[in-house]
C-alpha cells in the first residue's frame, strides 16, 4: 500500500464510528438546515411556512405550545454514554411525541409590508386588469384593503355589462348593478384613472362622468353593439370637457349619440386643448351635425385623427371652421347608408386644401361628390415645383364618381401612396374597380390607366 494511500486509510474513522450518533439527538435534516440559515435566532426574524410559500418575516415567531417546547428540549438534550444500556434495561424506550402539526398564522397577510404588496398588486393587473382582482384583494383583510385601494393602481379600466343573452330581467338588475358599482368608484378609485373602457353599453354616460372625478383621463371609449333599435344616449359635452381636461382620446363609436336635448341654448365649454383623436364612426345614421362638431373641437387645436365614418350630416364647410391646421388622419366614409343619404354634394376641395400637406390617410367611400368636384380636391396634392411630394400613403374612392384622368393624376403627385381602393367606382374602366395594396400595384394601376383607351361618352 503506498504511503498516502496508508495515510488517508488511518485518518478515516470506520463507518460504524462516523455513523454513530448519541441516543435521542434527532438527525438534522436539509430543512432545519435551511431554516436556521435563513432565520437564525436572536436575527429578529422569523419563518413561516405554508402550503406553497416559504416567508422571512420580521418580529417574533409564532408562540410554541407546550408540547411542542418540551419536545425540542428532550431532542437536544445529550444522554450519558454510562447510563445508556442501564436506562434502555430499566424502562422500555417511549413513543416518539408527535409534533401537531403548524397550519398557517391566520395574520400572515397584514405582516407583509404594503410596498411588496403594491408591487404584487402592480404585476398582476398589469397582466389581467384591476377588475375583478382588486375588488376580491379588498376582502381579505385590512392591508390588502388598503393596498387594493391606492389610486395607483387603477390607470386602465374596462367595464362590460352582462351578456346580451341573457334574460331580460336578470340583465337589466345586473346592469343597474355594474352601474352603481361604477359610480361609486368614479370618486373613490379613479382620481389616477387614466383609461376608461365601456363594452357593450347601453346606459346613460353623463351620470358615470359627472363630478370631474376623473382628472387624469386620458382615453375614454365608450361602445354599444350593432343594433338599429337600440335608444340615443346624451351626452353633455360641456360636462365632459370639465369633467376630463386632459383627455386625449375620445371614441364614442356605434351610438346613437344625442350631444344636448333641443330647444335650449348651451353655453359653449372649455373644450379639449389636449384631444388628439376623435372618432364618432357609427354602422347606421347618427345625429351628429356641424354644430355638434364644432362644440367638442373649438378649442382642439392639436387634433391628428378625425373618423366621422357614417356621420352623414357633417359637410366641408363645417370641417373647414375647424381649428386643428396639421389634421393626418381624416375618415367621411358612409357605409351601410341609403341612397337618400348620399345625395350629391360639393366642396371636397376645402378639405383638400386646408390640409394637404399633412394628410397621411383619406377616407371619401360612398360620398356622392361630383366629377369635376373631385378633380378640384385631389388636385391639391400636385406637387409645386421645389415643393416635398405629399405625405398621403391611404387614399380610399370607394364609390365614389373619380375619374381616370383624377386617379393617374393622384398617383403621379403622391410617389409614397401604398393602398388605393377604386371599387364600386362607375367612370374607371373594368378589371381596375378593386383595392391596390403596396406601391407595386399602385404602380400597376397607373399603367393601365395611362394605357387604357378612354371610355366611350
Not at 391566520?106 to 410596498?115: C, N, Q, V, Y
Not at 404588496?117 to 375588488?135: C, E, K, R, Y
Not at 386643448?273 to 387645436?301: I, K, M, T, Y
Not at 407595386?440 to 399603367?447: D, F, P
Request: contains cysteine; positive net charge.
Amino acid at each position: 500500500m503506498a504511503p498516502g494511500v496508508a495515510r488517508r486509510a488511518r485518518r478515516r474513522p470506520p463507518r460504524s464510528v462516523r455513523s454513530a450518533r448519541p441516543v435521542g439527538v434527532r438527525a438534522r435534516s436539509a430543512e432545519d438546515w435551511w431554516w436556521d440559515r435563513l432565520a437564525p435566532s436572536g436575527s429578529g426574524y422569523h419563518l413561516l411556512q405554508s402550503d406553497s410559500m416559504l416567508l422571512v418575516l420580521p418580529g417574533p415567531g409564532p408562540a410554541r405550545t407546550r408540547v411542542q417546547r418540551r419536545a425540542a428540549r428532550r431532542t437536544q438534550r445529550p444522554v450519558p454514554p454510562a447510563s445508556r444500556a442501564a436506562a434502555v434495561k430499566a424502562r422500555p424506550r417511549p413513543a416518539p411525541v408527535s409534533e401537531p402539526q403548524q397550519g398557517p398564522d391566520p395574520g400572515w397577510g397584514d405582516r407583509i409590508p404594503l410596498e411588496i404588496l403594491l408591487q404584487i398588486f402592480g404585476l398582476l393587473v398589469a397582466s389581467d386588469g384591476p377588475m375583478p382582482f382588486l375588488g376580491r384583494a379588498a376582502r381579505v383583510c385590512r392591508r390588502w384593503h388598503e393596498a387594493a385601494s391606492q389610486p395607483a393602481l387603477w390607470h386602465t379600466v374596462t367595464l362590460s355589462p352582462p351578456l346580451a343573452g341573457r334574460l331580460a330581467k336578470s340583465g337589466a338588475k345586473a346592469e343597474k348593478k355594474l352601474l352603481a358599482s361604477l359610480e361609486w368608484l368614479m370618486p373613490n378609485r379613479f382620481s389616477q384613472l387614466q383609461r376608461l373602457t365601456l363594452i357593450h353599453w347601453k346606459s346613460q354616460v353623463h351620470p358615470v362622468l359627472k363630478g370631474g372625478c376623473c382628472p387624469q383621463l386620458r382615453v375614454l371609449e365608450v361602445s354599444t353593439g350593432i343594433n338599429r333599435n337600440s335608444t340615443p344616449l346624451q351626452l353633455p359635452v360641456e360636462a365632459l370637457q370639465k369633467g376630463c381636461p386632459q383627455l386625449q382620446v375620445l371614441r364614442l363609436l356605434n351610438l346613437m349619440w344625442l350631444p344636448k336635448p333641443s330647444g335650449r341654448v348651451v353655453t359653449p365649454g372649455p373644450g379639449f386643448p389636449s384631444l388628439e383623436e376623435l372618432c364618432l364612426a357609427g354602422s347606421s345614421c347618427n345625429f351628429v351635425s356641424n354644430e355638434a362638431l364644432g362644440r367638442l373641437l373649438h378649442d382642439s387645436p392639436n387634433l391628428r385623427l378625425l373618423d366621422l365614418r357614417g356621420c352623414a350630416r357633417i359637410t366641408p364647410g363645417g370641417l373647414r371652421d375647424l381649428p386643428c391646421q396639421d389634421l393626418e388622419q381624416l375618415h367621411l366614409g358612409l357605409y351601410g347608408t341609403s341612397d337618400r343619404l348620399t345625395l350629391a354634394k360639393e366642396g371636397s376641395h376645402l378639405l383638400t386644401q386646408k390640409w394637404c400637406h399633412a394628410l397621411r390617410e383619406l377616407d371619401l367611400s360612398g360620398q356622392g361628390f361630383s366629377e369635376k368636384d373631385l378633380e378640384q380636391a385631389l388636385a391639391a396634392f400636385s406637387v409645386t415645383p421645389g415643393a416635398s411630394h405629399p405625405a398621403l400613403c391611404s387614399l380610399n374612392l370607394r364609390g365614389t364618381r373619380v375619374t381616370p384622368s383624377t386617379v393617374s393624376s393622384v398617383i403621379s403627385s403622391c410617389p409614397g401612396l401604398l393602398y388605393l381602393n377604386l371599387e364600386s367606382c362607375r367612370c374607371l374602366p373594368r378589371g381596375l374597380k378593386r383595392a391596390y395594396r403596396g406601391q407595386e400595384e399602385v404602380q400597376w394601376c397607373l399603367e393601365q390607366l395611362l394605357t387604357s383607351p378612354p371610355p366611350s361618352s
